[in-house]
C-alpha cells in the first residue's frame, strides 16, 4: 500500500481509502454488526488506514461501528466523518434526502455527537456532508477554523453530492484551500472530476480529491451485469435498464487495461484515478473480504502509461463508440441546474 498526503495537512491516508458507508446501514446489503467490525479490522490488515464515515449513515450505526472496530488502533488509522443533515430532527424516508442545518450552533451539536459515537478526542478529517454552495457562509467558515485551529480536527473537507451540488461547491471548497473534495468520480463518470482538475491548476490550490464510486457502482468492477438481479433495498435496482446495457458496451472497450496477473479491470479503474496527482485516496464501495484483496492491492499495481491512459480519454471523448444514452440524464441535477448548465455539462455530468 502507498501513501499521500491530504491538501496542506500532515494527515496521511492510503491511496485506497475505506468507505464506512457500507457500515451501520443496509443500502449496500445487510450484515451483522460483528460481520462489519471484521470487515473494518480485515481492510487494515490489507494496508487501508483512511476510513471514512459520515454521521447520518445508519443514523449514528457508521460512527459507532468504526469506532469499535478501531478500538486499540486508533494511533494507526485515519478517520473521517462528515455532518450536516439532521436526522435527530427528520424521519428518513426510503433513500430520499433528509433535511440538512449548516449554521453554526447544529454543526457543533453534531460534531460533538460524532466525537461520542467515534470515541475520540478528536477526527483527522471533518466534512461538510453534501452542503449547498450558499450554506456554507463565513461564520461556518469560521467554525471549521476553530476546530483545526484547535487542533480537534487535523483537516477540513467538503463531501459532494452526485444530485445535490457538483461545480460551484467544488469550486468554492478549491478556492478556500479545503483540505479535501470528496466527489463521485470514474472512468464512465469523468467530467466534475475534470472541471475539479481545471480548477485545481487555475487557482494553484493544494486541496487534495477523494473519488469515490470509482467502480461505477459496479460496473467497472463487473459486479454488475445487463443480467443482474439485485438484491431488495440496493440503491442501483433505481437505475434504468439502459444504464446497465450501454455501461457493459463500455466496459468491453476498456479491455485493453487489463493485464494478466499484474491487473484487473478493477484495479486499473481505481488506477486510472491515482493516475492524477491531486488525487489522495480512492475510497470503493466494500461489500466483501474479497473486494478488499483485489481493490487493497490496487496501489501496488502497474500505474497506467501515459499511453494507456490517453487511449482512455478518446474512448470517453468518442463516448466509448455508442450512440446512445445511459437514460440517466433524468437523475442529473445541482442546486438547481444552473451550474451545469452553464458549463455545458447538462448531458455528461455524474450519475446518483
Known amino acids: ?111 460533538e455527537r460524532s466525537l461520542e459515537r467515534l470515541e475520540l478526542e478528536t477526527v483527522d478529517v471533518l466534512q461538510v456532508h453534501n452542503a449547498n454552495v450558499d450554506e456554507i457562509d463565513a461564520d461556518v467558515l469560521e467554525f471549521l477554523d476553530e476546530l483545526q485551529e484547535s487542533g480537534r480536527i487535523n483537516a477540513v473537507g467538503w463531501a459532494l453530492g452526485p444530485s445535490i451540488g457538483w461545480l460551484a461547491e467544488g469550486d468554492m471548497a478549491i478556492e478556500e484551500e479545503f483540505d479535501s473534495v470528496q ?69 468491453e472497450t476498456l479491455r485493453f487495461l487489463e493485464r494478466d496477473g499484474e491487473r484487473t479491470m478493477s484495479q486499473a479503474a481505481i488506477q486510472w484515478l491515482l493516475y492524477h496527482d491531486p488525487v489522495a485516496t480512492v475510497t470503493p464501495t466494500f461489500r466483501t473480504r474479497e473486494d478488499i484483496d ?25 463516448n466509448f463508440g455508442i450512440d446512445r444514452e445511459d437514460g440517466m440524464d433524468a437523475l442529473r441535477s445541482s442546486v438547481g441546474g444552473d451550474d451545469i448548465l452553464s458549463a455545458g455539462l447538462d448531458k455528461k455530468s455524474a450519475g446518483s
Open 183 to 251: 466527489l463521485v468520480w470514474n472512468v464512465f463518470e469523468q467530467e466534475v472530476g475534470n472541471h475539479f482538475l481545471e480548477t485545481i491548476e487555475r487557482t494553484g490550490s493544494p486541496t487534495s480529491l477523494i473519488p469515490r464510486v470509482p467502480h461505477s457502482s459496479g460496473l467497472l468492477n463487473e459486479q454488475v451485469r445487463p443480467e443482474t438481479e439485485l438484491e431488495e433495498g440496493d440503491h442501483r435496482a433505481y437505475r434504468p435498464d439502459e444504464w446497465y446495457e450501454t455501461g457493459w458496451e463500455k466496459l
Open 294 to 318: 483485489e481493490w487493497a492491492a490496487a496501489s501496488d499495481v502497474p500505474a497506467l502509461s501515459e499511453e494507456e491512459y490517453e487511449r482512455v480519454q478518446a474512448l470517453y471523448a468518442d
Open 1 to 111: 500500500m502507498n501513501y499521500r498526503t491530504l491538501g496542506t495537512s500532515d494527515v496521511e491516508v492510503s491511496e485506497i481509502g475505506f468507505g464506512a458507508w457500507v457500515v451501520g446501514s443496509d443500502w449496500w446489503g445487510d450484515r451483522t454488526d460483528e460481520e462489519a467490525i471484521e470487515m473494518v479490522r480485515y481492510a487494515v490488515e490489507k494496508g487501508i488506514t483512511y476510513f471514512d464515515t459520515g454521521d447520518v449513515y445508519g443514523h449514528g450505526d457508521s460512527e459507532r461501528l468504526i469506532g469499535r472496530a478501531l478500538e486499540g488502533i486508533r494511533g494507526e488509522v485515519t478517520v473521517a466523518t462528515k455532518i450536516g443533515y439532521d436526522f435527530y430532527n427528520n424521519p428518513q424516508a426510503g433513500h430520499g434526502e433528509l433535511p440538512k442545518e449548516m449554521n453554526r450552533e447544529y454543526l457543533e451539536a453534531a460534531f
